[in-house]
């Protein structure tokens, strides 16, 4: 009995330490295994693409290994103290607190230290194992998924809210107001419209299609932006944006050169559009700024990704911020490119 009892704590012991070492890896170990030429790292590997396969069958074997520790270690109690036959609630305790004690122990937390520290050997030693094991509890891991999937259709899911979600960020800690405020930018953003963050049209600074390249360069060092809007007759016709790294070198070279060959397409956005979804397209598109529309087509303002970053993490030092610093560099190109013509 107590040789069984024994073999029976290693089980558990190694059972344990298997989910604590294979749920445990990280993406660096993995690739590590993915590129090992090696039986057990596959075994490692395979187990994990169906993750909740391989809990299930842990937890079975493990449920099963603790199951026979508890009846055998009741009849090993039961020979070493008889005098609890005759009292059923003191032999009850005495059980309880002996075989807790002795499966907690050797059979949860020390083996699971040991897995933390040496996840990858515990895992590969366990692998061989579990892969023999694993097709073994497919049929009761099927239905279990099953009533599982059933259950959750008859009850419904419980999603989370955007409400849920500001409560649980008003809770955090006070320590954590940085990543606090963050949390609520983004809890924000599916349900902020454009139009609550974007430039207005009267603080818009656009290029006239028909302005001259000194014209161009004027207003380019003067606002000190890298990205303007080009309009023909007003800003309601937007023709698209003139990235000014694209040009500047070629205007300070030539003043004849036709810059509006540079000018890039504009996107147009609805001012109701949310924020979250212009910076999916955003990012889908590799842009950084569009043209925001209201709804009779005419130009309402302009909207940038800085914009949309400010909202979650607050104030960002943009080029308005560093206007003169701007200027002061595209004037001393200019004078520079002179100078040196001359």
């Not at 930018?185 to 001259?212: F, H, N, Q, W, Y």
């Not at 309601?236 to 036709?258: A, E, R």
């Not at 970053?309 to 960002?316: K, S, V």
């Amino acid at each position: 009995m107590g040789i069984s009892l024994i073999l029976l704590l290693g089980c558990s012991a190694l059972i344990s330490g298997s989910e604590t070492s294979f749920f445990s890896l990280s993406p660096k170990q993995l690739d590590k295994l993915k590129a090992e030429q090696d039986k057990r790292s596959a075994f490692i590997l395979r187990l994990l693409g169906n993750p909740d396969h391989l809990l299930a069958t842990i937890l079975q074997i493990n449920n099963c290994v603790n199951i026979l520790i508890v009846l055998i270690s009741s009849i090993i109690i039961g020979h070493i103290f008889p005098f609890l036959d005759t009292n059923p609630v003191m032999e009850f305790v005495v059980n309880s607190i002996i075989v807790t004690f002795i499966l907690v122990l050797f059979g949860e937390i020390m083996p699971k230290i040991i897995a933390t520290h040496i996840p990858v050997k515990f895992a590969k030693f366990m692998s061989r194992p579990l892969i023999f094991v694993a097709p073994l509890t497919k049929p009761f891991y099927w239905l279990m998924s099953k009533f599982t999937n059933r259950f959750s259709n008859i009850h419904g899911k419980s999603d989370v809210t955007l409400t849920d979600l500001e409560q649980a960020v008003e809770i955090a800690t006070p320590s954590a107001s940085e990543e606090k405020k963050i949390l609520k930018g983004i809890v924000k953003l599916p349900t902020t419209d454009v139009c609550k963050i974007m430039r207005p049209r009267v603080d818009v600074v656009a290029l006239d299609i028909e302005m001259s390249n000194e014209e161009v360069i004027k207003i380019a060092t003067e606002c000190g932006y890298s990205r303007l809007p080009v309009y023909k007759e007003d800003l309601d016709d937007i023709k698209g944006f003139l990235y000014i790294k694209d040009v500047l070198p070629f205007l300070l070279d030539n003043t004849s050169y036709n810059w509006k060959k540079h000018i890039r397409e504009a996107y147009f956005v609805p001012e109701s559009k949310k924020i979250n979804d212009l910076l999916e397209e955003f990012r889908n598109k590799k842009m950084h700024l569009a043209v925001v529309v209201d709804e009779y087509g005419g130009t309402d303002g302009i909207v940038t990704l800085e914009d949309i970053l400010e909202e979650i993490f607050g104030e960002i030092l943009d080029e308005g911020d560093v206007e003169d610093l701007n200027e002061a560099k595209l004037t001393n190109n200019y004078k520079n490119l002179t100078n040196n013509k001359l």
